[in-house]
């Protein structure tokens, strides 16, 4: 007979188990190795690691936990996928919800390695209490909160994907982590805590991307150890908020948001970012000096006495979230050239933001990307060293994402064009991206769209076609999980009310709000940058849109 090598541990007997003698229930004390043969397995009870154990869990297994159950450590967890095959951690429930198991916990000195995992569906996807096991190229989606730093620990939270967690996407409590290069969108949407939290915390916060969360991308207390360098903070209700401390903030690009950098109670060193085209302003209640221009950096350009800088920072394509800056932008080169955050760099100094530009950027420009009677449509504006789009699809935002077909670009072209692309439809929910790759090999992915299903979540889309020009119209669409009064205005960039679109209780489902340039007094507006908001007298949601 063939033993499968877990081992359980209840109170003090040790039970040596065949593969077949508990069909993939586990629960208990557990140490060896799970298996992907016989995946999934279904944690019907707490599941824990002794002290002085070791549990190592293959690529592609997946864990599914029974309500409040939790995943504790007290020794070794060895979690690590690969890029094509991850662990999961989820809820065995048929419809799950936020919160439906209570998440995975590294207890005081117990250790461990996470790559390449998804954890969803949990209370706290990952909580590490005063241990430090590195967390790399994993996604966290779908739990009350992310990840919780508590009492001292420092780990290294790397390449991780932080969306939809309703709460917060990290929370830094008494602790030192290191977050750098990770992707957090979409979360705090119950409006309490904010995408990145931390109090009293010493924490190094670089080189991530911080898109459309509610509240603050990031909002500090009693925290004056951290350091936040090289962030890209996009679209969230504020940029940085801060309390009774005094971070460092040196080389990011803060920008589209509700509000750009707040203060009470505090002096931050701020020096090297760019903060604009933030809808209240860019800096509320500023210490000193601090965005008051009054002199020109090394490219010429307008600054406060810190070489903070309040110009566009010209992104590549908003509509598809791509937050590179292109050439020409004011973030090139104008970053600190002491480069405190160590990054390697072209040109006489680090760009500001997370990503630096080699000078070689220019943008295939999406414009529209929708579904309509089983076809995807999209458009580009223009197009350079484009060779096509592949075209995935997942039945979850967290992925995995899988290949259906390829459509072949234009190459070089300053005309506008225009794809297609049949799928067959789906009873339930599925979702859709483009996969945009470069003869050279660099690609860069578009928005994720929904077919099909009731939108389970309060959500704007991004406007199409963006940019429009008058007298056409753009579309803007609302997904809505209920019927509820809604308000949608439109606002220049320096916060001065266009045109309310909206205010009316809409129906449940997908809604489509149009635009056609004209401001409330019926004159067409300038070309310009333009914001347009979403309240639902629960939750802001804030996009930018184009008028050329």
């Not at 933030?278 to 307008?302: C, M």
């Amino acid at each position: 007979m063939k033993f499968f090598p877990i081992y359980f541990r209840f109170f003090v007997f040790v039970l040596l188990l065949p593969a077949s003698a508990f069909c993939s229930n586990i629960g208990g004390y557990i140490q060896g190795t799970l298996i992907l043969e016989n995946s999934p397995y279904n944690v019907t009870a707490d599941l824990k690691i002794a002290n002085g154990d070791t549990l190592e869990i293959e690529p592609g297994v997946v864990l599914k936990f029974n309500t409040s159950t939790t995943f504790i450590v007290y020794g070794y967890l060895r979690a690590v996928g690969t890029e094509t095959d991850s662990i999961t951690f989820t809820t065995e429930a048929e419809v799950p919800n936020v919160g439906s198991w209570a998440g995975v916990y590294f207890s005081p000195g117990s250790d461990g390695l996470i790559a390449f995992c998804l954890v969803e569906y949990a209370s706290v996807g990952l909580t590490l209490d005063a241990t430090s096991p590195p967390v790399s190229r994993s996604s966290f989606f779908s739990n009350n909160t992310g990840i919780d730093c508590l009492s001292g620990a420092a780990p290294t939270i790397e390449l991780v994907r932080l969306l939809d967690n309703p709460n917060a996407g990290i929370r830094v409590l008494n602790s030192s982590p290191t977050i750098k290069s990770c992707d957090l969108h979409g979360n705090s949407s119950n409006g309490i805590e904010s995408a990145i939290v931390l109090q009293g915390a010493g924490a190094t916060i670089q080189q991530n991307t911080i898109y459309e969360n509610t509240n603050s991308g990031i909002d500090l207390t009693n925290s004056s150890d951290t350091k936040i360098y090289q962030n890209t903070i996009v679209a969230n209700d504020m940029g940085i908020t801060i309390s009774d401390c005094d971070p460092t903030i040196i080389s990011n690009i803060v920008a589209l948001n509700l509000t750009g950098i707040s203060t009470e109670n505090s002096a931050p060193v701020v020096h090297h970012n760019a903060f604009s085209s933030n809808l209240g302003g860019n800096y509320i209640n500023p210490p000193g000096d601090l965005g008051v221009l009054a002199q020109v950096n090394a490219s010429g350009d307008s600054c406060d006495i810190f070489y903070n800088i309040q110009l566009p920072p010209l992104f590549s394509n908003t509509s598809t979230r791509d937050f590179r800056i292109v050439s020409g932008s004011p973030c090139i080169d104008t970053a600190d050239s002491t480069n405190p955050a160590a990054i390697v760099f072209t040109g006489d100094a680090p760009d500001m933001g997370a990503y630096e530009n080699n000078g070689t950027l220019t943008p295939v420009e999406l414009v529209a990307f929708t579904a309509f009677d089983n076809t995807l449509c999209w458009s580009t504006l223009s197009e350079s060293n484009n060779l096509g789009f592949y075209i995935e699809t997942a039945k979850a935002a967290s992925g995995p994402f899988s290949t259906i077909g390829f459509v072949e670009g234009a190459g070089t072209t300053t005309e506008p064009q225009n794809y297609s692309f049949p799928f067959k439809s789906e009873i339930s929910q599925q979702l859709y991206r483009l996969k945009q790759i470069d003869f050279d090999g660099s690609f860069a992915y578009s928005s994720v769209i929904q077919v099909g299903a009731m939108p389970t979540n309060f959500n704007l889309l991004q406007n199409s076609p963006n940019p429009f020009s008058v007298p056409n119209q753009t579309t803007i669409e609302l997904q809505l999980p209920e019927e509820q009064r809604v308000t949608l205005h439109v606002y220049d960039i320096l916060g001065k009310h266009v045109k309310t679109l909206c205010d009316r209780i809409m129906p449940a489902g997908i809604s489509r709000v149009y635009w056609d340039g004209q401001n409330a007094q019926g004159r067409t507006v300038s070309a310009g940058t333009y914001l347009y908001v979403l309240n639902n007298g629960k939750h802001k949601l804030c996009k930018s849109l184009t008028v050329f």
